[in-house]
């Protein structure tokens, strides 16, 4: 039976024993086109080789409705449902962390810090904690902290959708970054998204710190290494001193230090945090070696296969120094082009179809985006300075379903708080010696399947992956454990 007859089949009775009648025949999924088996797929956690009449057979309640199968009206008493799906769902290892860190905090712990490598869910994991935080302590807002405009408005966005399947109450949203008006007075419940720079500006206003300090019930401070920067260190404090009792502040890092060789500044970082990390409980699951490990073998984190393009000169520098000259990496700049295009192109070539490429400086991602688009590839640059409309759409078309591949270019902009699953390939051509840097690029495109992202990905750097934690995630997720 083709698969166009699957509704015809289901209209003979109940969808799910339809579903379970094609299934055994082993008409589904093989018949399905690719588009319906890809998504098929993700809504079963499984990569699209596992999927199988035995997988359907297991899940044929979530296939009648993902093929959209009519109800069938009998006089029959309708079956109980057998499952019930949440709308705002953790994995398992991330119920783990929110339950640590709950734990922690109903122990009166003021300081922590959430350790969880990039792509593994760390804004989702704790939203679905705040919004278990809200609702039991309505009135008591909490006050999200980041760096960037990324970053902000994931925050915010993902806030509305978690709290839109958790919440108990209708809650403000107040966003404050780029110049948005707002007052402390206002922060009565929700969730207040605030830049630091946004709240460094305004902590000479008298009372304002303290006023805010004593109406927010919790601290989010996302990028939690910049914590201990002398811009906002004090800032952060205050605020959390000024609730009585203390304001708890719970950072989240994927790199819980600040440097690569190590420094003062990373035993400061953990000494603010008290020097309490939870880390992702993968035991229970019969997890391997490491966290990073097992999400990689249970599809949660791509498998990532790291090719060289151009290698750091060998003498010493500073350890979180970057590179914007091509010169300094033994090329000149036709090289360097040259070298960077090729990569993508070969990575075109290879089907990717979802490709993000970190250059060295402004001008030239620009001029890499140029040339890709010259060669017959939609390739689109951005960086700090263009203009909010024109970004807005090239990440939005980059985050399509479009069935082609497109190219995203960009300096300074989406090492952190971007979120595209399909980004099968990284071609790192900014080079640098901060690991912190470093990671937030490679954890651009390591979404796993289960993540809706992808069971492999490429890594084309300038970085030797042979230098140690350069190579491998789960070396760099470990690179500050002894601090901790």
């Known amino acids: 039976m083709p698969a166009d007859s699957v509704l015809a089949a289901a209209c003979l009775g109940d969808p799910v024993s339809a579903v379970r009648r094609l299934a055994q025949a082993s008409v589904l999924p093989d018949e399905l086109p690719e588009e319906q088996r890809r998504a098929l797929s993700v809504r079963l956690s499984l990569a699209p080789t596992e999927l199988s009449a035995r997988s359907v057979l297991a899940n044929p309640g979530r296939v009648a409705v993902y093929l959209g199968l009519p109800e069938v009206h009998s006089n029959k008493e309708s079956a109980l449902p057998a499952e019930a799906v949440p709308a705002y769902g953790l994995f398992p290892h991330q119920r783990r962390a929110v339950q640590q860190a709950r734990s922690l905090l109903r122990k009166g712990k003021t300081r922590l810090l959430l350790h969880m490598p990039t792509g593994s869910g760390k804004t989702r994991t704790t939203l679905s ?111 959390s001193v000024a609730g009585q009792p203390i304001t708890p502040i719970v950072g989240l890092s994927a790199t819980p230090g600040r440097t690569f060789v190590g420094a003062p500044a990373d035993e400061e970082l953990a000494a603010f945090f008290e020097h309490t990390k939870i880390e992702l409980d993968t035991a229970a699951d019969g997890g391997g070696p490491g966290p990073v490990e097992y999400l990689i073998q249970q599809g949660y984190l791509a498998h990532p296969e790291f090719r060289l ?176």
């Open 129 to 239: 904690m705040v919004c278990d935080f809200l609702r039991e302590q309505e009135g008591r807002p909490i006050l999200w902290l980041a760096s960037t405009r990324e970053l902000l408005d994931q925050a915010a966005r993902e806030f509305q959708r978690a709290w839109s399947a958790l919440g108990n109450r209708e809650v403000p949203i107040l966003t404050a970054w780029s110049g948005q008006e707002w007052r402390s007075d206002d922060v009565t419940d929700g969730l207040l998204v605030a830049s630091l720079q946004t709240i460094y500006a305004r902590q000479e206003e008298p009372g304002f710190l303290r006023d805010l300090g004593r109406r927010v019930g919790l601290i989010v401070f996302d990028e939690a290494h910049q914590a201990i920067a002398p811009t906002y260190r004090q800032v952060v404090q205050q605020l």
């Open 309 to 484: 393009l151009g290698e750091l000169p060998s003498e010493e520098d500073e350890p979180s120094t970057d590179i914007d000259d091509p010169a300094e990496l033994g090329m000149n700049e036709d090289d360097y082009l040259n070298g960077v295009v090729g990569a993508a192109l070969q990575l075109v070539k290879e089907s990717h179809r979802r490709i993000i490429v970190f250059a060295a400086s402004v001008e030239l991602a620009h001029v890499i985006a140029a040339t890709l688009r010259a060669a017959g590839v939609l390739a689109e640059a951005v960086d700090g300075a263009t203009a909010p409309e024109i970004r807005d759409t090239a990440i939005r078309l980059f985050k399509g379903a479009a069935p082609v591949a497109r190219v995203l270019v960009n300096y300074g902009v989406l090492t952190t708080g971007f979120d595209a699953p399909q980004t099968s390939a990284i071609v790192i051509a900014r080079p640098t010696r901060s690991l912190v840097l470093y990671s937030q690029m490679v954890g651009r495109g390591i979404r796993g399947p289960k993540a809706g992202g992808n069971r492999k990905a490429v890594i084309v750097t300038v970085v030797d992956p042979s230098v140690p934690a350069f190579g491998s995630i789960a070396a760099a997720f470990k690179h500050w454990e002894d601090l901790w």
